[in-house]
C-alpha cells in the first residue's frame, strides 16, 4: 500500500515540518492546516498547489 509524503523544505521553506498519510486528499488537508499556521498562507495560489504538488511523493 502506498503513502503520499510532503516536507515543507522541498518548496523552499526553511521548515522541518514532513508528513506522510494514506491519501492525498489525507495529505492535502494536513498540509493546508500546516500551511495556515505555520507560513501564513491562508489561501493557496495556484502557482503554490502546482509547486507543492511537485513535491509530494508516492512511497
Given amino acids: 500500500m502506498s503513502r503520499f509524503y510532503y516536507a515543507c523544505k522541498d518548496v523552499?521553506?526553511?521548515?522541518s515540518y514532513h508528513?506522510?498519510?494514506p491519501t492525498h486528499k489525507d495529505l492535502w488537508n494536513k498540509i493546508r492546516i500546516h500551511n495556515r499556521y505555520a507560513h501564513n498562507q491562508f489561501d493557496i495560489t495556484?502557482?503554490?498547489?502546482?509547486?507543492?504538488n511537485k513535491a509530494i511523493q508516492e512511497k
Fill in 46 to 52: 495556484p502557482e503554490w498547489e502546482e509547486k507543492i
Fill in 19 to 21: 508528513i506522510d498519510e
Fill in 12 to 15: 523552499g521553506f526553511d521548515c
